[in-house]
């Protein structure tokens, strides 16, 4: 037993191979790899190897297809076979719906790198001959799609990674990871201690509890899992691409001249053990052949032969998965060494070898090498690890990964997991809820007779006519939003200003009662935070961020505080309402609420005042997303229904929704976190190089990477378009072609009700150094699932912002 290492992985599965293997590759030979039992004993061993490359999102396909890449090469590198057979995809669809879910899946594997098209019904019974076709609309295919045999995978991993130094150790269980002072120390087993610096906890299943010894949270739970194997069935050869019918939640794959066929239940089983046994190890959970039977009826609807066919096995292991259906990557918050990379549901082979390397990079380079935000810890909340939550998510999410793929889709399942203190007044308004970092957010709000509940579509949905009549409000009268899932931090101390000044590039030195608007950077001058930061005192400072920042931001935050460092960090997230009143008579509707001066001299944009409203002391930031008059009032919870109430009384506010949020700040060209802002992307990509103070004593972080990015010239900048065809819908994600070329994607779309055309912004390459004016001229189209729509492109908003009045 070894004593001390650089880095310990814990789990001696597909990923903690994957991980240890990079991690050699980067030149980091001093690695622990430890394995409870024997390696694959987990869920690795039984898994049925398919790896496909093309997911809902341009990241995910990246990782996979970095995967694959990988396995094809592994066995001249290492000497052991991976199992890896370039056989490809076949998934069929079965309703126009499904077919242009696969036409946005093609598109968006044009824009990175993954060749897949659409072939006709008869083209799919070529290709699959026992396949029934004539109730399709048609089927994709992916070519460079294959499959593996996990457990060489990760012998395979594990060879390359001894052959680069990593030890692997069997038959050693981690009992606890020490910490000292918020940051690791090393790990505990019966065998004794390995003091290390970073510890990856690749613990599968048993990744939870292990975490939460910690305090760390890893939001994953087992559910059973299922396949089952035929005996041979004639017309089966071992060429045959993996078969995929989504409508029918069935994925079908020879094996060894019979069928191989298994998928996602609409109602999943979790596995309800709590804890994981310690005892289990290449073991299986019971035949459940209730459970399996819609996926067994959904396969034989595709192959009739299966009808007949001779099952020699049902297999039920069980997988971990997460609530959003995303793995859990990263560097957990609060703790500095702590990674995880679990909860890869049933994607964890085809995600491992990309997953395994991006997590190395980040332990190698001290950053994460790309915008990782989707799958960091950093994105959920500790209840979102609760078993409660959990259990209840897991009988929808598993289905959801062979569901529609509807852009706008919100689970129905342990929902209200925060709610607003206005929740039932807006339900009364007809309040139609999303979620969003578990807070209950109203999308839209149903006209009375309306249901307000989403009629799902890739085009045009039900809620089009009301969401008009929300941003006209916005535009001509005034709005109100309820924001209050904004992040809230209060920031506080002698050396607060130091710290956030160093954190923003923008100027900070500000009096108290002035708001700044200003992003976070990080070393690569990419986005980690979108934010306004509000001087509320001589040492306080008020820090509002989008809904899903909150865990990061503080956590950004607390990681760059020196020690010693007199600040002090809270989450007043829950602590208040915000009420967003907005458009050009919110000062109007303002003012019977409030005696305090609203006119622009006493009240001007950017500044932040403590007002009464309705008797309830307010703290009231005048901003606005939508590019309006307007201010955003953060109410103590306690007194958020008598301010609501008061501005109800007062007249002329529409309540309004995220949805028409969107729309209202795609025409005035504002930009957002996650979609615009990402850790790509920098503030002079995305054309906002006027919250940079270049100048400002101390600098700032992701300085020196502008500067050089400035003297570079840009190779990619951020256009706004808006969609020639008014009835067009995009959603974001679309390809954008310039001159019938592939130059970037839309990040978001909406529809822009003043401008009566959809709007949308996106990056786009250019030459560097290339004025930006000189984009215009191009010819640029929208690939909305394959039908190629004309688009306005802009350097500056379609609607000119008028907040500032
Ligand atoms: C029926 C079925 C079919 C599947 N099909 C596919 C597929 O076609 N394609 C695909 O991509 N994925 C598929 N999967 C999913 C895939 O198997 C998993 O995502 C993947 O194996 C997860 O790997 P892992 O390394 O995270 O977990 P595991 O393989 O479970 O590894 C975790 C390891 O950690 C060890 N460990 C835990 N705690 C400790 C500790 N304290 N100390 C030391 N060691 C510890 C465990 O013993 C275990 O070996 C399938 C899964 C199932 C169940």
């Known amino acids: 037993m070894i004593t001390q290492a650089r880095v310990v992985v814990i789990g001696g599965g597909v990923v903690g191979a994957s991980v240890a293997y990079h991690l050699t590759r980067l030149g980091i030979a001093d690695v622990a790899l430890l394995e409870r039992r024997s390696l694959t004993c987990g869920t690795t061993w039984h898994a049925a190897g398919l790896i496909g490359r093309l ?15 990988l396995y094809a090469r592994l066995p001249e590198e290492t000497g052991y076979a991976t199992g890896w057979k370039r056989c490809g995809s076949l998934v069929v669809a079965r309703t126009a719906e499904r077919l242009h879910q696969l036409r946005r899946y093609v598109a968006i594997g044009s824009t990175c790198g993954v060749d897949a098209h659409i072939v006709s019904p008869a083209e799919a019974r070529r290709l699959w001959p026992l396949c029934r076709v004539d109730d399709l609309a048609g089927a994709m295919v992916v070519p460079d799609d294959g499959r593996v045999i996990p457990a060489d995978v990760t012998q395979a991993l594990a060879a390359g990674a001894r052959a680069g130094g990593a030890r692997v150790l069997e038959n050693v269980t981690v009992s606890r990871v020490r910490t000292r002072d918020g940051v690791v120390t090393g790990v505990e087993m019966d065998e004794g201690i390995i003091e290390c610096e970073t510890i990856v906890n690749c613990g599968g299943m048993w990744a939870r509890a292990l975490a939460q010894r910690n305090g760390v949270v890893v939001p994953v739970w087992p559910c059973e899992h299922f396949y089952a194997v035929t005996r041979p069935i004639d017309g089966i050869t071992p060429d045959l691409p993996v078969l995929r019918d989504l409508d029918a939640c069935v994925y079908v794959r020879e094996e060894v001249g019979g069928l191989l066929f298994g998928g996602f239940e609409p109602v999943a089983k979790p596995w309800l053990a709590d804890p994981i046994p310690e005892h289990f190890a290449f073991s299986l959970l019971k035949e459940d052949w209730e459970q399996f039977e819609v996926l067994m009826r959904g396969a034989a609807e595709r192959i009739p032969s299966l009808e007949s066919a001779e099952i020699q096995l049902l297999l039920n292991g069980p997988e971990s998965f997460t609530p959003d259906g995303n793995f859990v990557l990263g560097e957990a918050p609060g703790l500095r060494g702590y990674f995880v990379a679990a909860g890869f549901n049933s994607g964890g082979i085809a995600g491992a070898g990309g997953a395994g390397r991006a997590l190395a990079e980040w332990i190698a380079g001290g950053a994460p090498p790309m915008d990782l935000t989707a799958y960091e810890p950093r994105r959920v909340l500790p209840r979102h690890a609760e078993p409660e939550f959990l259990v209840e998510r897991m009988r929808e999410l598993v289905g959801l990964h062979y569901a529609l793929a509807w852009p706008n889709r919100e689970p129905v399942s342990a929902r209200g997991v925060l709610r607003s203190p206005l929740h039932d007044r807006l339900a009364a308004r007809g309040a139609c809820f999303g979620s969003k970092m578990g807070w209950e957010r109203v999308n839209w709000f149903a006209p009375p007779g309306v249901e307000p509940r989403t009629e799902y579509a890739f085009g045009r949905q039900n809620w089009f006519a009301a969401v008009a009549g929300e941003h006209r409000a916005a535009r001509e009268g005034a709005a109100l939003f309820d924001q209050t899932s904004f992040g809230k931090l209060a920031v506080e101390g002698p050396d607060a200003q130091a710290l956030l000044g160093r954190l923003a590039p923008n100027d900070l030195d500000v009096p108290s009662g002035r708001t700044v608007y200003t992003p976070f950077l990080n070393e690569r001058g990419g986005y980690e935070s979108d934010l306004t930061i509000s001087r509320v005192g001589d040492e306080r400072w008020f820090v509002v961020t989008g809904s899903a920042q909150r865990v990061r931001d503080a956590d950004w935050i607390r990681r ?75 109410v103590p919870v306690a007194g958020a229904g008598q301010v609501w109430d008061a501005l109800e009384r007062a007249g002329g506010a529409t309540p309004a929704g995220y949805y028409a949020l969107d729309g209202l700040r795609l025409e005035k060209g504002y930009r957002a976190w996650s979609r615009e802002l990402t850790p790509d992307d920098t503030p002079l990509e995305a054309g906002l190089g006027f919250t940079v103070r270049w100048d400002k004593p101390g600098g700032f972080i992701g300085r020196e990477a502008l500067l050089a990015q400035r003297a570079r010239g840009l190779s990619r900048r951020l256009l706004l378009f808006a969609l020639e065809d008014p009835e067009a819908v995009a959603w974001g994600d679309e390809p954008i072609l310039r001159d019938g070329r592939v130059a970037g994607t839309l990040t978001s779309a909406a529809h822009g009700h003043t401008l009566g055309r959809p709007v949308a912004m996106g990056y786009v390459a250019c030459t560097a150094g290339a004025p930006a004016e000189s984009l215009l001229s191009a010819r640029y189209e929208i690939d909305i699932a394959g039908t190629r729509i004309a688009a306005t492109p802009a350097l500056r908003a379609w609607v000119a912002p008028r907040e500032d009045r």
């Open 560 to 634: 760059h505080t020196p020690p010693g460092a007199r600040v002090r960090v809270t989450d007043e997230t829950e602590a208040w309402a915000t009420l967003g009143l907005m458009g050009p008579r919110a000062r109007h509707v303002l003012a019977r609420a409030t005696a305090a001066d609203l006119d622009a001299a006493a009240f001007p944009f950017g500044s932040v005042r403590e007002i009464t409203v309705a008797g309830v002391a307010v703290r009231a930031i005048r901003m606005s997303y939508v590019g309006e008059l307007g201010w955003e009032l953060y």
């Open 55 to 69: 997911r809902g999102t341009r990241t995910a396909s990246r990782l996979v297809d970095d995967s694959a890449r």
